[in-house]
């Protein structure tokens, strides 16, 4: 499952993993069915994007110091 809200820190990575046979958004990531997405935080702020994974259609991304 994905959460609604990932607070990752600077330095961190995000990794998505799609393993559905459908793309998806997630948030303000695009991943292509099958693949893996790694995405590091490089400044502290929020991102915001639409969710084909949750009932709601929304992701944020709240980098942290």
Sequence with gaps: AVPRLVEPHVGDVVVLRN????AAFVGPFFVPAGETVAHRALTT???EGSCSVHEDGTLTVAVRA
């Design 19 to 22: 393993d559905d046979v459908d």
């Design 45 to 47: 702020g929020v991102l």
